[in-house]
């Protein structure tokens, strides 16, 4: 039988055999070389952009090491990777850190001093102290030389894994260690765990998403009545079940509604699909409809890109008679916006030349013309970046460290901070700091005793968004407990809070008055409580000065880290609602 066989293999058979083997389609082969092209175009991108900021080995852990007989344990640096999107950390051998020093060495001209291997292995502090900074050097001397043809440095650090894996503007760690003074215990458990609702709002959002899963032809009519139900509630769902409205349940086996939204089929059920999946889905993002959206859109932005193409945008913004192709692209240009992608990004995410242009024509159109129901300006593009967290000055870090007291918002005022305008109006001014203090001041032609009345007693005729204010207590003329009662931008079918905080009014010279409005302890008034979905706490420091005996000028601090504040007024900073224009018209009118 051997002889048979190799018999059969002579020279002149094996090109015909090789011929029709090679003739034979093979998918895992094809699906390979488009990975390895799309992995391609991602290191383009990530050279081009330059979006590896920084890289560093930050710790080192030991590892039982079964295979060696000279040494007990494998030593690992960590190393910290931080881009232009997120931050990450992986661990590498020392080995793995030879072989890449290998493979580069012929490529790069100069290299820095690579730690060699010792006769006698041993995995002594000295030896890894003095490995860790060699090898440091190495890592920085390779960033700083990275160009195209050092992809096999990108895969050494596996940021091909962490973009298809994590979204942006998210701290994504590939790995989390739990360990001993010397040795690796077990890696954290990621296994799925079943999310489990919470509150009436949470439950009906994976009833609804069944809804979705099984009756995909009367999708449409689910969306609607989604719509309906969620409105005034959708703020009371968290960001955990927020994330399974957007991307599913793997664990139910459920499809969220960006899988529901990328079935398309030329039917009239599934244009009424896609037309009413699209609207709801703009609502949650949306202040109008959804006072947490802060929360909203944080979810949506670590969507990460792999699974926002699942939504196949370009074939609802692409075509002549697409009904949902504006709310399409106002979805796109929220996630482009939370995001902050840059222009090589967003033709990563898009990925198709005609999708690209009715995107950039939708910029020019609805930015420039500053169109209301768009609700996307240049402006709010810059203050929604200045609300992400960014690096700031030691002296300003420390002051947002603290505590929220009326002593902080003290000395916030006394420092020259950096504050960032919000908005001007007739010589008013708007400015935040970091996203969780205000600053406004006004110039006020009359007294500065008429100015403090209207910075308290005539409040409630002016500051827009107040229902009402009354003094439950007065201890003295400067000194009194009183409750605010307001409602999110004048919409009662939203959320009221009401403030029970003391006012007081100092006098410190003849030309300068203080007033602090500082939370209450005491309990919110029964009726009060009828009207009112929850108590908030939030704190004011005004200073009010004597210019002339008919002008004075008020500059008044608010603290607004109280979610329930924050829902009011960070819209406000975004220029989603015009609220300070419509306070200032208020305010000269009472002048």
């Given at each position: 039988?051997?002889?048979?066989?190799?018999?059969?293999?002579?020279?002149?058979?094996?090109?015909?055999?090789?011929?029709?083997?090679?003739?034979?389609?093979?998918?895992?082969?094809?699906?390979?070389?488009?990975?390895?092209?799309?992995?391609?175009?991602?290191?383009?991108?990530?050279?081009?952009?330059?979006?590896?900021?920084?890289?560093?080995?930050?710790?080192?852990?030991?590892?039982?090491?079964?295979?060696?007989?000279?040494?007990?344990?494998?030593?690992?640096?960590?190393?910290?990777?931080?881009?232009?999107?997120?931050?990450?950390?992986?661990?590498?051998?020392?080995?793995?850190?030879?072989?890449?020093?290998?493979?580069?060495?012929?490529?790069?001209?100069?290299?820095?001093?690579?730690?060699?291997?010792?006769?006698?292995?041993?995995?002594?502090?000295?030896?890894?102290?003095?490995?860790?900074?060699?090898?440091?050097?190495?890592?920085?001397?390779l960033l700083q030389n990275l160009d195209h043809t050092m992809y096999i440095?990108?895969?050494?650090?596996?940021?091909?894994?962490?973009?298809?894996?994590?979204?942006?503007?998210?701290?994504?760690?590939?790995?989390?260690?739990?360990?001993?003074?010397?040795?690796?215990?077990?890696?954290?458990?990621?296994?799925?765990?079943?999310?489990?609702?919470?509150?009436?709002?949470?439950?009906?959002?994976?009833?609804?998403?069944?809804?979705?899963?099984?009756?995909?032809?009367?999708?449409?009519?689910?969306?609607?009545k989604m719509e309906k139900y969620c409105f005034g509630k959708i703020q009371?769902?968290?960001?955990?079940?927020?994330?399974?409205?957007?991307?599913?349940?793997?664990?139910?086996?459920?499809?969220?509604?960006?899988?529901?939204?990328?079935?398309?089929?030329?039917?009239?059920?599934?244009?009424?699909?896609?037309?009413?999946?699209?609207?709801?889905?703009?609502?949650?993002?949306?202040?109008?409809?959804?006072?947490?959206?802060?929360?909203?859109?944080?979810?949506?932005?670590?969507?990460?890109?792999?699974?926002?193409?699942?939504?196949?945008?370009?074939?609802?913004?692409?075509?002549?008679?697409?009904?949902?192709?504006?709310?399409?692209?106002?979805?796109?240009?929220?996630?482009?916006?939370?995001?902050?992608?840059?222009?090589?990004?967003?033709?990563?995410?898009?990925?198709?030349?005609?999708?690209?242009?009715?995107?950039?024509?939708?910029?020019?159109?609805?930015?420039?013309?500053?169109?209301?129901?768009?609700?996307?300006?240049?402006?709010?593009?810059?203050?929604?970046?200045?609300?992400?967290?960014?690096?700031?000055?030691?002296?300003?870090?420390?002051?947002?460290?603290?505590?929220?007291?009326?002593?902080?918002?003290?000395?916030?005022?006394?420092?020259?901070?950096?504050?960032?305008?919000?908005?001007?109006?007739?010589?008013?001014?708007?400015?935040?700091?970091?996203?969780?203090?205000?600053?406004?001041?006004?110039?006020?032609?009359?007294?500065?005793?008429?100015?403090?009345?209207?910075?308290?007693?005539?409040?409630?005729?002016?500051?827009?968004?107040?229902?009402?204010?009354?003094?439950?207590?007065?201890?003295?003329?400067?000194?009194?407990?009183?409750?605010?009662?307001?409602?999110?931008?004048?919409?009662?079918?939203?959320?009221?809070?009401?403030?029970?905080?003391?006012?007081?009014?100092?006098?410190?010279?003849?030309?300068?008055?203080?007033?602090?409005?500082?939370?209450?302890?005491?309990?919110?008034?029964?009726?009060?409580?009828?009207?009112?979905?929850?108590?908030?706490?939030?704190?004011?420091?005004?200073?009010?000065?004597?210019?002339?005996?008919?002008?004075?000028?008020?500059?008044?601090?608010?603290?607004?880290?109280?979610?329930?504040?924050?829902?009011?007024?960070?819209?406000?900073?975004?220029?989603?609602?015009?609220?300070?224009?419509?306070?200032?018209?208020?305010?000269?009118?009472?002048?």
């Amino acid at each position: 039988m051997k002889q048979m066989l190799s018999q059969s293999f002579v020279q002149e058979v094996l090109p015909t055999l090789f011929r029709v083997q090679s003739e034979r389609p093979n998918l895992d082969q094809k699906q390979q070389v488009q990975k390895e092209r799309q992995g391609k175009d991602l290191y383009s991108l990530i050279v081009d952009q330059q979006m590896i900021k920084a890289i560093e080995i930050v710790e080192t852990f030991k590892e039982e090491d079964h295979g060696s007989i000279y040494k007990k344990h494998i030593v690992n640096y960590v190393i910290q990777i931080k881009t232009d999107y997120f931050d990450y950390t992986i661990p590498k051998r020392y080995s793995e850190f030879e072989k890449l020093h290998e493979q580069l060495h012929s490529q790069l001209k100069t290299m820095p001093k690579f730690p060699q291997k010792t006769l006698i292995q041993t995995n002594s502090r000295k030896i890894i102290a003095q490995r860790q900074a060699l090898l440091q050097q190495f890592l920085q001397h390779l960033l700083q030389n990275l160009d195209h043809t050092m992809y096999i440095f990108l895969e050494f650090l596996n940021i091909k894994e962490q973009f298809q894996k994590g979204g942006f503007d998210q701290n994504v760690k590939l790995y989390h260690f739990s360990k001993e003074e010397n040795a690796l215990r077990d890696l954290i458990d990621t296994s799925p765990k079943k999310i489990q609702p919470k509150n009436e709002p949470e439950q009906m959002i994976i009833h609804y998403l069944t809804k979705l899963n099984e009756k995909i032809d009367e999708r449409g009519k689910i969306f609607q009545k989604m719509e309906k139900y969620c409105f005034g509630k959708i703020q009371q769902v968290s960001s955990t079940m927020l994330k399974v409205l957007f991307t599913g349940d793997d664990e139910r086996e459920l499809k969220g509604i960006i899988q529901a939204l990328s079935i398309q089929n030329n039917d009239i059920q599934s244009h009424i699909s896609c037309i009413m999946g699209f609207q709801f889905f703009r609502k949650v993002l949306e202040y109008d409809y959804n006072p947490n959206a802060e929360q909203a859109l944080r979810q949506f932005g670590e969507i990460s890109i792999k699974q926002f193409k699942k939504i196949m945008i370009q074939s609802h913004i692409c075509g002549q008679q697409k009904l949902c192709k504006q709310d399409a692209l106002i979805l796109l240009h929220k996630y482009i916006n939370q995001n902050q992608l840059k222009d090589q990004m967003i033709k990563y995410l898009i990925d198709d030349e005609e999708c690209l242009q009715e995107y950039e024509q939708f910029l020019k159109t609805h930015l420039n013309k500053n169109i209301d129901e768009v609700k996307v300006t240049i402006d709010s593009t810059e203050n929604l970046q200045e609300l992400l967290q960014t690096k700031s000055n030691s002296s300003e870090h420390s002051i947002l460290e603290q505590e929220a007291t009326i002593e902080q918002l003290h000395e916030i005022s006394q420092m020259n901070l950096n504050w960032k305008l919000v908005q001007e109006f007739d010589n008013h001014i708007m400015y935040h700091l970091s996203g969780q203090y205000v600053k406004t001041i006004h110039p006020l032609n009359c007294s500065i005793e008429r100015a403090i009345t209207i910075f308290t007693d005539l409040k409630i005729q002016w500051f827009h968004g107040m229902i009402q204010k009354d003094v439950l207590e007065e201890y003295d003329q400067f000194r009194s407990l009183i409750v605010e009662y307001y409602v999110w931008e004048d919409k009662s079918t939203f959320k009221k809070m009401a403030f029970v905080s003391e006012q007081e009014i100092t006098k410190i010279d003849d030309f300068l008055f203080q007033i602090t409005i500082i939370p209450s302890t005491k309990p919110l008034p029964a009726n009060y409580k009828i009207k009112c979905d929850q108590k908030g706490q939030k704190m004011s420091l005004m200073y009010l000065k004597k210019i002339t005996d008919n002008s004075a000028e008020a500059i008044v601090y608010q603290n607004i880290m109280d979610n329930t504040f924050r829902t009011a007024l960070t819209p406000v900073i975004l220029k989603e609602i015009p609220w300070f224009n419509h306070t200032i018209t208020k305010l000269k009118a009472l002048l």
